[in-house]
């Protein structure tokens, strides 16, 4: 059997947090979970193996998803980076190079398709 790929979600409405990470998890990925961005970086620096950040933009602290994007890109280039948000469009220009952005409420096939997808170049 295949490892399963380290992936981080990031959002703080734990509902939504659970109905995403029970989709990652049923698709095959070993999920690290967070609630905000502080907790995301300390994943990130403990758990060198995680390969894509699936992050929501409006988070509670000083650090939203857009700024934790751009730090996840300076500290950590290769990672892959989705950011999603219900409440503002984001534009790819605000968002690092190679990464993707989704509206709420999106479709966790398209998720995880998009993941796949990321993860394979």
């Known amino acids: 059997m295949p490892s399963r790929i380290p992936v981080l979600?990031?959002?703080?409405?734990?509902?939504?947090r659970f109905d995403?990470?029970?989709t990652l998890n049923d698709a095959g990925f070993h999920v690290h979970e967070a609630g905000n961005a502080t907790e995301a970086i300390e994943i990130l620096t403990q758990n060198?193996?995680?390969?894509?950040?699936f992050t929501d933009v409006d988070m509670p602290g000083g650090m939203d998803g857009i700024k934790l994007a751009a730090y996840i890109r300076d500290r950590w280039p290769p990672l892959k980076i989705i950011v999603t948000s219900g409440y503002r469009k984001v534009t790819l220009?605000?968002?690092p190079a190679e990464s993707c952005f989704f509206s709420k409420p999106y479709?966790?096939?398209?998720?995880v398709s998009t993941m796949h997808r990321m993860l394979a170049n």
């Open 9 to 16: 979600v990031v959002e703080d409405e734990p509902i939504l």
């Open 20 to 22: 995403i990470v029970d």
């Open 48 to 53: 060198t193996g995680i390969r894509l950040v």
């Open 93 to 95: 220009e605000e968002i």
């Open 107 to 111: 479709d966790p096939a398209w998720i």
